[in-house]
């Protein structure tokens, strides 16, 4: 989810529209809901819906997750979870699982996001990154039994989106038997490297658009945390990850090695299992990374092919930059970086050899 602040009426004329807002009429009248007030809250790339709702004292968030795409299941069992490990995140008031309404707490206004893309001055950035780093160290700690496991298959499953959709549709490119064969190399040994990590529970998209500045004190420490129902038992490195390597946001490499730094000790600190060696922890969370990136671009190129959602193609630049710095490090991925400048109309480099 990515909570972006809107002020456009929703289209409340389908039998959808209606439902929900049967459903909130009938709540609990203590609620005090002023259904008049409700407003579209955000945009996301699934099927899910918000709205923000008036009451008298204060706001709240209604989630729409249309059955049968969505379930909200996920959505409440990790929410208990990330509630027992003390991470920020929205109470939940009410819910109908059959028909897929949910009425949450509204963690504030703005995301990390939000406010990068304002100006956020850089002690104020830095303090809430911190705050981020604090409550990862929390989510990791939570109890996983029971949760699916982001493992090599799935890993590579994954990776699969890349040549199929950012290589094949988005550039009309088609891979060579070398390049396809080089490439399965590739992706077998980043999925190896990654599942043999210990694990923890992993949110999936820990990064600036599912943070949220709570400055409400009530509501919980900082940063408020959304979008955890895809959480999984995964890589400890994953999240960490994703949140230096944000696809939205661009940190040069200083900064994000000062965070993955500051991260390794809090890890180490609270007793997670993190490698002792920090150069080995390095290139286990550059390499989730990367296989995380490949994933993101043949996402973003699929939401705007297949879904007519072509902002998201505003990102790939970045998300490239992200690629090439990790490929650029380890001679493993060099045919990977070879194919990346074919498909940019990069000439190879040729020089001659003593």
């Not at 790339?45 to 923000?52: E, G, I, P």
């Not at 090695?257 to 000790?265: F, G």
């Not at 902002?311 to 990977?336: I, T």
């Amino acid at each position: 989810m990515s909570h972006t602040e809107s002020t456009a009426k929703p289209h409340l004329h389908t039998d959808r529209d209606r439902a929900l807002l049967h459903w909130l009429s009938d709540l609990d009248q203590s609620l005090a809901l002023d259904l008049d007030s409700l407003k579209a809250a955000s945009s996301d790339a699934s099927f899910r819906r918000y709205f923000r709702v008036n009451t008298a004292q204060k706001t709240l968030i209604v989630m729409d997750a249309p059955p049968p795409q969505e379930n909200c299941q996920p959505f409440i069992d990790v929410t208990q979870r990330l509630q027992a490990a003390s991470v920020t995140v929205p109470k939940i008031l009410a819910n109908d699982l059959k028909q897929g309404f949910l009425l949450l707490t509204d963690l504030g206004q703005h995301t990390y996001f939000d406010k990068i893309v304002e100006g956020w001055p850089d002690q104020a950035r830095q303090s809430h990154y911190l705050h981020a780093l604090d409550a990862l160290v929390k989510l990791q700690l939570a109890h996983t039994g029971g949760l699916a496991v982001l493992d090599r298959q799935r890993l590579i499953d994954e990776l699969q989106l890349f040549p199929e959709w950012f290589v094949q549709q988005h550039h009309g490119v088609a891979l060579t038997t070398q390049e396809n064969t080089q490439l399965t190399l590739i992706f077998e040994t980043l999925a190896n490297e990654i599942a043999n990590q210990p694990q923890v529970l992993v949110h999936r998209d820990f990064h600036s658009p599912n943070l949220m500045v709570c400055d409400d004190p009530g509501v919980g420490a900082n940063p408020g945390v959304l979008d955890y129902q895809d959480a999984l038992l995964g890589p400890i490195s994953y999240d960490i990850a994703s949140l230096v390597f944000d696809a939205r946001t661009t940190w040069e490499e200083p900064q994000q090695l000062d965070w993955a730094i500051r991260y390794w000790e809090r890890a180490r600190a609270a007793g997670l299992p993190v490698d002792a060696d920090f150069a080995v922890f390095y290139k286990q969370y550059e390499w989730a990374g990367l296989q995380r990136n490949l994933r993101i671009l043949g996402v973003f190129a699929r939401l705007n092919l297949r879904d007519h959602k072509p902002a998201y193609l505003n990102h790939l630049p970045r998300v490239l930059q992200y690629v090439r710095q990790v490929g650029n490090r380890y001679g493993v991925f060099r045919p990977l970086m070879r194919l990346l400048d074919r498909l940019d109309g990069i000439e190879p480099q040729t020089s001659l050899t003593f």
